[in-house]
Every structure is written in C-alpha cells, then in structure tokens.
C-alpha cells in the first residue's frame, strides 16, 4: 500500500481524471482496435476463408527465391526478407538500406508477392513505407492494426499519437494505483444493491484494480513500439553514431564479420528451413538473408518462443553453404541484458507467447481495459452532473465513440466479407467504417436521450454479430466442414464467438438489463 | 518581467521539462551505460526504459512538496546527460577530423 497525504491523494485523482478524460476516447479507440488486433491473424483467416493450413515454409521455396532473385537487380540482394502473405503463400522483399534525399533512413527495393504454385502476382517497386499496405484478402486485420498502430494518420503523426496515448495510459495506471486507500478492499468491492453510480464505480474499480498490471505492460511496451522509430533511435545514434541510424542498425540487429563480395551459390534453403523447423521447435515465421549471393551471406531465421518461453527463438546459417551456425539471440550477437529485454516487448505487448490461451487472456485483459476506461470516462461525468455542469454533448460523445466504434468495426467486417470476393476489400472495409461511424455519430446528434442512443448503438452492434456469421457463408467462405477438416477450427470458433456475443448482446439489451439510465446521480467524494 | 507561478512551473516541469528531461537522458544513457557482452545494451536500454524515465520524472513533479527540489533534479539529469552526449560529439568530429 501506497499512503499519500490527502492533498497528495486529490492531486493524483485529478491527474487519473484528467488523464482520462482529455486522451480516453482516443486511448479507447486504441484499446478497443488492439484488442481485437490480438486476434489479427485469426481474424484475418476466418474473414478471408482461408483453409490452407500448411506454412509457405513448409513447402518448396528454395527455386522461387532463386528465381526472383535470377529477375532482381543485384543491387537489392543486399536484403532478402522472406514472410507468409494471405492464405500461407509467401511474400519477398529483395531490397537495400539507404538514406533518402532527405536524410530518413529507408529499404528500398521490389517486394514480389507469390501464390501457392511460387508464381509472382504481383511485383511493387519502392521504399518498404511506399510498398507495404493492405491487401484485398488481409484489408479487415491491417485496417484493425493500423488503426491500433497509429490512428491511419500518416507517419510519424500517428505513432507520435499513440505513442502520447500509450503515456497517457501509464500515468492513468500508475495514479490509479496510488489512489486506492484501501488496494485490497478495493479489488473485492461490489456492492451490487448500491446507487447506480456506486455500483459503475465498483466496478470500475473492480476491473480497473484487476488489470493494473497488464494496463502498465501494454502501455509501457506501447509506448516504446510507438517512439521507438519515430523519435528514440535518431536521437540515440545521434548521441552514439552522430546521426548514422544505419551503422546503429547494423550494431544491433545486424551480424558483424569480415565482408566478403565475391559471387558465391547460394546454399539449399529448403534445407535450411528444414533444419531450422527442427531447431526452433516449428517453422519460421520470418527469413532475413544478408548478401543474397555472395560469400559471406547469412540467412537468419526467426521463430515463435518455445512452449514455456518468452523470447522468440532465432537461429544463424551460412547462407553460401546453408550450414547451421549457431541460436543466436533476437538482438545483438550475444545475450544481453538489453537485448533479452527489447526482445520480450513485443511477446509483452501482442500477448502471442502462449498460442491462442496467452492470446484469449490478453483479448480479455483488453476488454477489461476498455471497460475501465469507458466506466471511467462515464464516473467523470456521473461526478460532474451532480455540480449542475451540463456536459451532454460530451456523454453523447462518450456513447458514440465507446459504442460506436464497435458498431463501425462490425460494419466493416461486414463490408469487407461482401467486397472481398469483388476485388474492392481494400477500399470498402474502411469506407463502410466511415459510413457507419457517421450514421453513430447522426444518431449521437438526434437520439431523444443518451440511454436510447446506448441501447440503438448496442442493438445494431449485437445485430451485426450475430448477421456476421451467415454473412461469410453466403459470401463464399468455408463451411464448417471444410474448415474443420483443412484444420482451421478457428473459422468455426470465431463464428461462434460472433454468433453467441451478438446473441447476448441484444438479449441483454432486449431484456433493458444493461442500460441503465443514469437518473440520479449520488454524491461521489473527490477521492472517489 | 512576469514572474511563472508555483503551479504553473509545476505544470511545465511535469509536462514539456519532463519530456525534455527525459529525451536528453536518454541520449546521455548512451554513454554511460556499460555495453554488456552484446556491446548492445547501451543503446537499447536507453530505448526501452525511456517512457519509465518520463513516467518517473512526471510523478516527481506532481508528488514532490518541494518545488525547487523537483527544479534541481530536472536541471541537474539535464545539464549532465546533456554534457555527456555534447563531449560524444566534441570527440567524435575530433576524431573525423584527425582522420582526415
């Protein structure tokens, strides 16, 4: 337990509240979009229908690389990065580091994207920035992920944004954290026969005590993703390097050895990706080749963390001979402290260390975490409407952003499920989401009351849940059947999700058990 | 001359002199922490513990009673880091210039 003294104490809870109230929406908007980001992967499988169960590097990829390489410039062998796209086919980018007209760091090169037979689709030419967007079959999960990563504003704007939410959040953490006077109690207290208001404040507390460490992980781990490229590694090789972000990128990601130009044939990567899957326990999930060609190349490869672990896994070949080299930490030639640490971010932040059961556990931790904050946003209010403040446009604005924004992800759902199959995907999933978050904020604007637009936004929310489902059969995607026997159960499990939680949403509200119109608000005590 | 309130300097050393602070830490922390076996650990370590080292700097001036205490401290980590990185520099284009 932390004790403050009283004046100590309001301060903190106005620095909680104001934390809250000038960045919730938006640090919302980011919760609720990484929250389903958790499940990016899944989502993007069972939206795009796709029943190809096998990884694109456990099937043949030695010849098409050495045919796309045969068709590149040399001068982009100096990188190979090779990763799966769609439905378990594979993505190269054969590119090279330079330092653009000016000054920013870049890979510039062509990145080809192949289909199951290793047949090239499509070849974009460009910076990594100019060449890497969504997809018509992956246009739903990049949308969710771009806009959890940085708003769809343009770079480094957007990161900057959510790198000051992710602050945010922590400051709302680590003050929510010294304003408990009674931590434990607390954690235990719902008093369920209590004013309506006292009960939104238990259970604020409630969750919001529950999540405090996970709300701290993601913002911490959040907030470094986020000024990591944007404003930390220019000033650290500014500081270390004198401004060379390309001598700072080899010193910690790259493997240092004596260079060695002369042509040499690239080992078998088949079996290196063999060996690999045998090492790292599965296949890889990325393939970095150095020096694509010569003597001294060097294919890394990056896995999953091992069952129990939290570190991916990442092993070093010769890439002229494709012999193995040695496990080699993610960052860094040797273990590191610093190295292990930036390491376990990203496990810490997407919740994948564990498969699907760390996954489900950081998607509830999220949905815990948007409800702190929406109660939260909501008791700000509660407190002020008692003071006779009229601030009704911004407890409309609180509904149409805490419950439309998951009606306007479910728009877009349903608009990429019928476009997708058109070849237009890209451009309707987040048209529809405009459109639908336009028609929340329409409502917003002509609602007879805050708790008819509550029960409209949720009813059209669950409504859309539960057409989700019935939507992608009639679109096309897999039966059941197929999917169960292509080994995908994640298309049958998200169908049921959507199907059950739209299901209750509307019986709940159709049942007018959760809203609740708040009429008489009680006094709440400022530490309250 | 306007003279900036106690609450106001509060409010800039917890904001902007916080952000501040701890960016010049940061690029201090590059040369003062040990490389580690990696030879790494100085240059990601500052990356990683930057928003802990805002979050720290924030909360000190919030909760510190003493003003001038929470002044000292900012302007102490600020003249130091920021010494340390400015001789980096001062070295380094010697040392371009020597080898030129």
Redesign the interface.
Same mark, same amino acid.
Do not use: H, K
């Given at each position: 337990m932390i004790h403050?003294a009283k004046d100590?104490t309001k =301060?903190?809870v106005a620095?909680h509240g104001w934390s809250g109230i000038v960045l919730g929406l938006l640090l919302y908007a980011v919760v609720i979009t990484g929250m389903a980001a958790v499940f990016a992967e899944e989502i993007g499988i069972w939206s795009a229908g796709h029943v190809e169960a096998k990884s694109a590097f456990a099937r043949p990829v030695d010849g098409p690389v050495r045919e796309l390489a045969a068709r590149t410039p040399a001068k982009y062998h100096e990188g190979v990065n090779l990763f799966e796209i769609g439905d378990h086919n594979l993505g190269a980018f054969f590119h090279r580091d330079e330092t653009d007209a000016d000054g920013k760091f870049v890979s510039r090169g062509i990145y080809y994207q192949l289909d199951r037979e290793g047949r090239v689709v499509k070849a974009l030419h460009g910076t990594g920035e100019d060449v890497f967007g969504p997809r018509n079959d992956d246009a739903l999960s990049s949308f969710l992920v771009d806009t959890h990563v940085r708003l769809h504003l343009p770079n480094p704007w957007g990161l900057l944004l959510t790198g000051i939410l992710?602050?945010a959040m922590?400051?709302a953490a680590?003050?929510g954290l010294l304003i408990h006077r009674h931590l434990f109690k607390d954690i235990f207290t719902l008093r369920r026969r209590a004013s309506p208001v006292l009960v939104d404040r238990d259970r604020h507390s409630v969750a919001g005590t529950w999540s405090l460490p996970f709300a701290f992980v993601l913002?911490?781990t959040g907030?470094?993703f986020s000024?990591?490229g944007t404003?930390?590694?220019p000033?650290?090789a500014?500081?270390?390097f004198?401004g060379d972000v390309q001598k700072?990128n080899e010193?910690?990601f790259g493997n240092p050895g004596t260079p060695d130009p002369r042509a040499a044939t690239p080992g078998n990567l088949d079996r290196v990706l063999a060996d690999a899957a045998r090492r790292g326990g599965d296949v890889p999930t990325f393939v970095s080749i150095e020096h694509f060609g010569r003597a001294d190349a060097e294919v890394t490869t990056f896995h999953r963390p091992r069952e129990g672990g939290l570190a991916p896994t990442t092993l070093l070949y010769r890439g002229a001979t494709g012999a193995f080299d040695r496990v080699k930490?993610s960052?860094?030639?040797?273990?590191?402290?610093?190295?292990t =640490?930036?390491a376990i971010?990203a496990p810490l932040h997407f919740g994948n260390f564990a498969g699907i059961v760390s996954k489900a556990v950081w998607f509830a931790l999220g949905f815990a975490m948007c409800y702190v904050t929406l109660t939260g946003l909501r008791l700000w209010l509660a407190r002020r409407r008692e003071a006779a403040r009229s601030l009704d446009w911004l407890d409309r604005a609180v509904t149409v952003v805490g419950f439309g924004l998951p009606f306007a992800l479910v728009g877009a759902a349903a608009a990429f499920l019928i476009a997708m199959p058109l070849g237009a995907a890209v451009y309707w999933t987040p048209a529809a989401f405009l459109i639908a978050a336009a028609l929340a904020i329409l409502g917003g604007v002509v609602a007879p009351s805050r708790a008819a637009l509550d029960r409209g936004l949720l009813l059209a929310t669950g409504a859309g849940m539960i057409v989700l489902p019935a939507l992608r059969l009639a679109t096309g995607g897999p039966g059941w059947t197929t999917a169960l026997a292509a080994g995908q159960p994640i298309i049958v499990a998200l169908d049921l999700a959507f199907a059950i939680s739209g299901g209750w949403t509307v019986w709940r509200i159709a049942g007018d058990r959760a809203v609740r119109t708040a009429t008489a608000a009680p006094v709440l005590h400022p530490a309250e | 001359m306007a003279v900036i309130s106690g609450r106001w300097a509060r409010i800039l050393l917890a904001g902007p002199g916080a952000v501040i602070v701890a960016?010049v830490v940061?690029?201090?922390m590059?040369?003062w922490v040990p490389a580690?076996?990696?030879?790494?650990?100085? *240059?990601? *370590?500052?990356?990683?513990l930057?928003?802990?080292i805002?979050?720290a700097l924030?909360?000190h001036a919030?909760?510190d009673r003493r003003l001038m205490r929470v002044a000292v401290v900012a302007a102490g980590l600020l003249v130091v880091s920021g010494g340390l990185?400015a001789q980096? *520099?001062y070295a380094?284009?010697n040392t371009?210039e020597t080898t030129r």
């Open positions: 403050l100590e =301060l903190m620095v992710g602050l922590l400051v680590i003050s913002a911490f907030s470094f000024f990591f404003i930390g590694v000033i650290v500014m500081a270390a004198g700072l010193t910690v930490p960052i860094g030639t040797q273990p590191s402290a610093g190295g =640490l930036t971010m | 960016l940061m690029a201090g590059t040369r580690g076996a990696a030879g790494i650990d100085n *240059l990601v *370590l500052p990356l990683v930057v928003p802990l805002w979050a924030f909360f919030c909760l990185v980096g *520099l380094r284009s371009e």
